[in-house]
Structures are given as C-alpha cells and as structure tokens.
RNA sequence: GGAAACGUAUCGAAGUGGUCAUAACGAGCCUGACUCGAAAUCAGGUAGACCUUAUGGGUCUCGAGAGUUCGAAUCUCUCCGUUUCCGCCA
C-alpha cells in the first residue's frame, strides 16, 4: 500500500510513475486525492461534534451524582447524536472509497528502474555460463520425464486435472533432494529455515498484497470457515509479523521457507500447457528479508545473489534480468528474474523473481521497526526471492544434463542426496 | 465431535454501566540517585493510529464486528482465537 500522506504532497509525481505501469492510473489517483480531501474535511467536523457530545455526556455523571435535573443536557445531546450519526455515515463511505483505492494501487517503480512496456524491454545484467553445446538434439523435460518413467502427467490428469504431474521414482527423490539441498544451502549462509501453514487467511493475503486485486488466482478452500491455499512461501512467512512491532536488534530478519504452493494460474489458460513448468501445484524455496529502510537494496543485491548461488552450484547456465516498469510485480519496486536456460525451447526461463517491494507490504501488514523510544516507529523494508523454484529446477537439470542415450546426468552436489549420479 | 472457561499495555492481573483507561496492583524494561562497580534500595519514565494554520488541541483503540444506552471493558448477538476436561486420531 502507497502512503496516503505521501500521495497528498506528491500527486502528480505519483502518477507519473504509476503510468510507467501497464494502465492509466490518472483517474483513480485524482479521485483518490478529492475523496481524501473530503474525508478529512468531514473527519474534522464530525470529530469537532464528538468532543461536545463527549463533555456533555460526562456533565450527566457528575450532575447525578450532585443530585442536579440532566433534562436541558439529554435535549442537547440528543440532537448532537442525530448529527454524527448522519455525518458518520458520509465519513465512512469516503473513507472505504479512499481504502478501495489505496488497495488496488500497485507500488511506485523505484526511480531508476528502466521504464518499458513489457517483459520485451527487460535489461539483461550478466549472464553466467555459457549454454552447453549438444551434438544432438536435446528433448524437452516432458519427454525425458516420460520415457524415464519418472514424470506422469497421464495418471495426474486422471487423479486430479489439467496442471498437476506425479512424480515417481528418481523423479520424485530429484524434486526431494532439491529442496534438501536447498534449504541446506541457505540455512548455511544465515537464514532461519520455516515451514509455515499451507493454508492462509484472507487477512494474510490481503497483508503481501494478493488480495483484493487477485483473488481469482487464489484456491479457496470451503469450510467451515474461509482459508486459502498458500500461492507463495512470502504470504504465511511475511504475515508471522504482520500487526508486530519488531525491535531494530532483531533485524535483518532472514528466512528461507520451503512450502507448496498453489495457484489457479487464472488468465493463462494455453500458456506452458505441456510439461511442468507452469502447474497448480508446485515446491518452492523462499527467501524473506525483513531489514531496515536504508539497507533495502544493499539487500536485494545480496538475496539475489544467494538465489544465483543455487544455480551456480548446480552448474547451470542462466542470466539476471532486471525487470522494466512494466514487467515487475504489484508490490515490486524493483525486480531482477534470474533466468535459467532451457535447451528444448532455446531460450531462458523464469526460474527465480527477487523483489524489494520496500515498505509497500510492510504497511499493508503493519509491520513495524522501533529503533529507539523517543523515535517514531518505522516501516521495514521487506524483500523476496525464490530460492529456487524447485519444479523448474528439475526441468532445467533433466534438460541441461540430458545425455544422448536418453538419461540423465546428476549435478555433482545433488549425488550425495540422490545416492546415485544418473537417471535411467 | 461433546462440555466449560477465558481474550484489558512487554508479561501477569484488577476493573462487571458514568466517579481509576495512559488504564489500579505486581513483574519486566529505560533513566537518575546511592556504590569502586554490581546487587539491593529509592525517585522518575515506560502505547499506537488518525485529524489539526500545531512549543497546543481533538478523535479512535479493552480479540473483531454489530446492537442496547445520553454514556459500554462492563449488558445482548455474531464471528475469530486461546486454554482445560472428555472422545477420536498421525
């Protein structure tokens, strides 16, 4: 959530940068700012009649006690009430008006992100490793998963639909060892591993931002009560803060979170219809930083860098993409993707997204740093970043270290987890 | 699943319709005094949000929401959460 004080003294400057967006965002902005406007006007006029009715209401008290008549101070007060309640009405309408707004504007692209339209004016920053050269040609994921029996996408469309897979086998004790080497990996370098519930509230959504913009991409299951599949570690990690106020000692606060997350992939029906890439159901490692403002970017550049050390350890060929204005994420204020090489489709593929949405979920959550007693509590700045995504983790090791006979190769640091060095 | 109790500041806890919500009483924490230093003791201080032409003034917050009332932490309803006992279960 943008600050509202923050969009009052720098309206135009506000929009400037929303509109480097995809979309205008002139209108809902300019309404913002007459809504607000009108609120806190009637906000202080209503505020001005509860202080009176709050001193007469108080007269009566101290006049029973006193044995005094109240009858001239009920007549008063009756007609105090029947004005607040009609302001109070006016005051809350506008006041939802302003909250509907704020929620659905996504965060200011940091001024020297490159502005572009989309994902076509991404700068590329460096790409490390160059990709293997075959001497045949390379199959696809889905292929070699198939033929090595260790991906069935025929038998998942049976149990449960479109977007699902079963991993079997070494298939299955691939996506295993990634996550443990993973996790293992980060744990090492400072972060506290979590696994947090895989089921969320709405307060939690609403908190990282996914609510109420995206709600239709979210599972939701039904009850008793209303909770949702988590679509991302960020959502429950991020969210154990959410309403607290953390002492700045405590900071950075570094979590790598392994869950499965879920997402009803709304809006790319035909999209990466073959294969795992783009299921409804998939691993993930996340890394979380929780750090102070003025740390924020010092740490994007690190948490990104931790992401590459996963690719770099498991010696595939990828490259850091900073994402333009138009590309990035609702809550991002600045985003590198870091791109891993897929032989089958001879091209990069997403395999990782480090954002600092700076302090945008962090006043969506009400995350809060106390530095000192005497100074204002402040906004963090809050980071995430895949760790890796593990399903496209596999897909690019079953691709990368395919052999010609059809197995595949295993990454020298994942053999000691596999307990062998190759598919066949 | 059955039964009951509870949700007040950093923690414990009092308050059961106005006179104690910045909030009693304990504890913790911070500052100062005493001390070579520490402990002990003593004194003071220890919410947040919002509005405001602001060395000041005001509004809101007792799990959340709604209701009753001139007035609600206190009464009523709904929801959320926690704990205990029983049942079931990995």
Not at 121 to 128: A, G, K, S, Y
Not at 186 to 205: A, D, F, I, L, W
Not at 316 to 339: I, R
């Amino acid at each position: 959530m943008l600050d509202i004080k923050y969009i009052r003294e720098h309206k135009d400057e506000v929009i400037k940068r929303l509109n480097t967006r995809p979309g205008d965002y002139t209108k809902l902005v300019e309404d913002l700012y007459q809504y607000d406007l009108q609120y806190r006007k009637d906000l202080q006029l209503i505020e001005n009649l509860k202080a009176k009715s709050n001193q007469t209401s108080k007269l009566i008290g101290e006049y029973k006690r006193q044995g005094k008549d109240t009858k001239e101070i009920f007549d008063s007060i009756a007609n105090l009430k029947q004005e607040i309640q009609a302001k109070e009405k006016e005051v809350q309408e506008l006041q939802k008006q302003v909250k509907d707004i704020l929620d659905i504007l996504p965060n200011l692209p940091k001024e020297d992100v490159v502005i572009g339209k989309d994902e076509t004016e991404n700068l590329v920053i460096r790409t490390v490793m160059e990709p293997r050269k075959f001497n045949f040609t390379p199959k696809s994921h889905y292929e070699i998963g198939v033929d090595l029996d260790i991906l069935d996408f025929d038998r998942a469309s049976k149990i449960s639909g479109a977007r699902f897979v079963i991993y079997k086998g070494l298939g299955a004790r691939l996506e295993r060892s990634l996550i443990a080497f993973m996790m293992d990996l980060h744990s090492k370098r400072g972060y506290t591993e979590c696994m947090p519930p895989y089921m969320v509230n709405s307060q939690s959504m609403y908190g990282t931002g996914q609510f109420p913009k995206f709600r239709e991409d979210a599972f939701q299951v039904n009850d008793d009560r209303v909770l949702f599949l988590n679509p991302t570690a960020e959502v429950p990690t991020i969210n154990m803060y959410r309403d607290e106020i953390i002492d700045y000692s405590k900071l950075p606060i570094k979590y790598c979170s392994y869950t499965t997350a879920f997402r009803k992939e709304a809006g790319s029906a035909g999209k990466d219809t073959h294969g795992i890439i783009r299921q409804h159901q998939f691993n993930k490692v996340e890394l979380i930083n929780i750090v102070d403002r003025k740390d924020g970017y010092k740490a994007l550049e690190e948490l990104t860098e931790e992401a590459e050390e996963v690719l770099k350890q498991l010696k595939l060929p990828y490259h850091v993409v900073e994402l333009c204005t138009g590309d990035m994420g609702f809550g991002s204020a600045k985003t590198y993707d870091l791109e891993v090489w897929i032989p089958s489709e001879n091209r990069y593929r997403e395999i990782s997204s480090c954002s600092n949405d700076e302090d945008f979920q962090a006043r969506r959550a009400n995350i809060r740093i106390r530095k000192s007693l005497n100074e204002p509590l402040e906004f963090p700045h809050i980071l995430n970043g895949s760790g890796l995504a593990v399903g496209r983790t596999l897909v690019a090791i079953l691709e990368n270290y395919q052999n010609e006979d059809g197995t595949v190769t295993i990454p020298e640091v994942l053999r000691k987890y596999m307990d062998t060095d190759i598919i066949k």
